[in-house]
């Protein structure tokens, strides 16, 4: 990518960052940040709260599902690097309890191709004497609920089963392994598990999007019984939004809970988007593995991809979104990297996230094609 390519991504981030705010329903607050060989630029519009506190550029955002690829994608990246782990390592050498067969690996849960339940309300599942229920174990007892290798169907369950190899293989607490592997080496030092507090952006009004999940079966028939639960009905700030991750596996998983800035994340981006000319923290032919898209249109090793312009070139994206409303992007080979960062449940209808990244993505100039797959986050 040349440096006038560059020069223009930066000039553009402020007009992405009101197209987003500017958008019917859009999000309360929006932060944009693109950084390139040319420089790192960020610029946030709107509110961080339904009090309309002022939004920085340095405001910390719950990311949600962008946990995905930020601790756990990157963590595994980093531990196959190292040789603590392979890609191709049965699921089975670190948790022998799952519902996963015994021919599925690290790769299978990374492409969401496992057979797994997309989604349950784990703190629905049954527990003995009362007493708090396990996570892993519930996940242990669900059915598969497709054929494994048949399809891809993205699932936060397989998230949460590589946390738990990720503890496993090291021998460390997920949070712990986050900061040895990952944000430590990195320098991403606003980058943590929750609960966290200071500058911090409301995620959303409560738990309405999910108590209305649990209560309809839509998007995903829930297999539990129904019973009382104690949603919560105050803004959540500093506390994780996915229900799961806060009720059953205290703020930290594979799937969920991380809190991040976009000054972070940028960081982390370029680092990984220069990853496969460097051996200093990612083996290039690891790296190769990790971006290369697999069976399935659109999805590589936890990273989703998909088609961006740059300087009239076509180049591929890998990206993953939130559900709260933030997204992060990266340019193998380029330095690229873009962020999106936004309270997007505090608007009374939400938008899609897809919606909110293909706008910046619009706005920014790169965009080349539509989102590939699915709506979900």
Known sequence: MNASTGSELLDAVGTAAHAVHALASGPLG????????????????????????????????????????????????RLASVGVLRLDDRVDRFVADSPCTSDATISTLLTHRAGLWEWQPLYLAPSADGRPVDAYQAVAALPLRY???????????????????????????????????????????????????????????????????????????????????????????GEVNDGNCYRVLGGVSGHAGMFSTAVD????????????????????????????????SGQALGWRTMPVLLGGVRRNLLWHPGFTGCALGLVPGTGVALVLLSNRLMSAAPLPTAQLWATALSSLGVSDAPMLIGSRP
Request: charged share 20%; no cysteine.
């Open 265 to 296: 994340l940028l960081r982390l981006g370029r680092s990984l988007a220069l990853a496969a000319t460097s051996d200093d923290l990612w083996r290039p032919d690891i790296t190769a593995q990790i971006f290369a898209e697999g069976p399935d």
């Open 30 to 77: 929006v932060t944009i940040g693109v950084t390139t060989g040319a420089g790192t630029r960020i610029k946030s519009v709107g509110a961080a709260d339904g009090n309309h506190r002022a939004l920085h550029t340095d405001t910390r955002f719950d990311i949600a599902s962008v946990t995905k690829v930020v601790a756990t994608t990157t963590a595994i990246h």
């Open 147 to 237: 054929p494994p290798g048949e399809r891809r169907a993205y699932s936060d369950l397989g998230f949460i089963l590589l946390g738990r190899i990720i503890e496993r293989a090291t021998g460390l607490s997920l949070a712990e392994a986050v900061s040895e592997f990952v944000t430590g080496p990195l320098g991403l030092v606003d980058t943590a598990y929750g609960p966290v507090t200071g500058d911090v952006a409301a995620s959303a009004p409560g738990d309405g999007v999910e108590r209305d999940m649990v209560g309809s079966g839509d998007p995903y028939p829930v297999l539990y019984p129904s019973r009382e639960i104690a949603w919560r009905t105050h803004e959540l700030t």
